[in-house]
């Protein structure tokens, strides 16, 4: 079974400063795809930026982009700029593939604080 | 603004009560998901619906029961309940392509007394 794991609880940021929230995770499939989703207080999760693990080039979304590292199973998410709003818990997530209705494993998440 | 909707937003039960757990989409996905989410925790499976049909369930007790009537309409039956059942229900629906992510609602808070 695949597993993702955050192992920063928590974060904090100031505003207009950059920050990184890391992820790990675990599989022996060669074909997914892995996404960052964030919660705020509103319970509504977001969808933050997403990749496909046979692409080789990082995705960006606007202030955020993602560092894959394939064969570390790494996949950490850059926030830049960091405004109030983004404060929120983050959480890094794997789906397998083909099957597109497959499950979407979650990681424990980390929480982010955006100071003045 | 959502485009998954979830009715209702709260919901307190007794552990007797009969209630059920509504989320409608309009974005012509044809997969859609039950999780639940406890308190400071990521969102944990329940079921999977692709085309109207059960795909997964994730060893859920028999006390919540899944229905897809329609391709937009999703809902989760509730009976005899238990106190740890609290939590909040996330419906969320996604395209069938292996890249489509996950579109969620606000969730039901849901408290069983």
């Known amino acids: 079974a695949q597993t993702v794991t955050q192992s920063q609880p928590e974060m904090s940021v100031q505003e207009a400063e950059t920050v990184t929230l890391s992820c790990t995770y675990d599989?022996?499939?060669?074909?997914?795809?892995l996404f960052w989703y964030k919660q705020p207080p509103s319970r509504q999760m977001i969808l933050v930026i997403r990749?496909?693990?046979?692409?080789?080039q990082n995705a960006t979304e606007n202030r955020f982009s993602v560092n894959f590292q394939k064969a570390a199973k790494s996949f950490s998410l850059k926030i830049s700029d960091s405004q109030l709003g983004d404060a929120a818990m983050y959480f890094c997530?794997?789906?397998?593939?083909?099957?597109?209705?497959?499950?979407?494993?979650f990681g424990t998440g980390t929480r982010l604080q955006v100071t003045l | 603004d959502t485009e998954v909707t979830q009715t209702p937003k709260h919901l307190v039960m007794g552990m007797t009560n009969k209630k059920s757990l509504k989320c409608e989409q309009h974005?012509?996905?044809?997969?859609m998901y039950w999780y639940k989410q406890k308190a400071k925790k990521p969102p944990e499976l329940m079921f999977v619906?692709?085309?109207?049909?059960?795909?997964i369930n994730e060893s859920v007790p028999s006390r919540f029961s899944p229905e897809c009537p329609n391709s937009s309409l999703l809902n989760l039956h509730l009976h005899a309940l238990q106190p740890e059942d609290s939590a909040l229900y996330l419906c969320?629906?996604?395209?069938?392509?292996?890249?489509?992510?996950?579109?969620f609602g606000n969730g039901t808070r849901l408290t069983v007394t």
């Open positions: 599989t022996s499939e060669s074909d997914y795809y």
């Open positions: 619906y692709s085309y109207e049909k059960l795909s």
């Open positions: 997530a794997y789906r397998s593939t083909p099957w597109s209705a497959s499950k979407l494993t």
């Open positions: 990749q496909e693990a046979y692409k080789q």
């Open positions: 969320a629906s996604s395209q069938d392509r292996a890249n489509s992510p996950l579109h």
């Open positions: 974005m012509g996905h044809r997969a």
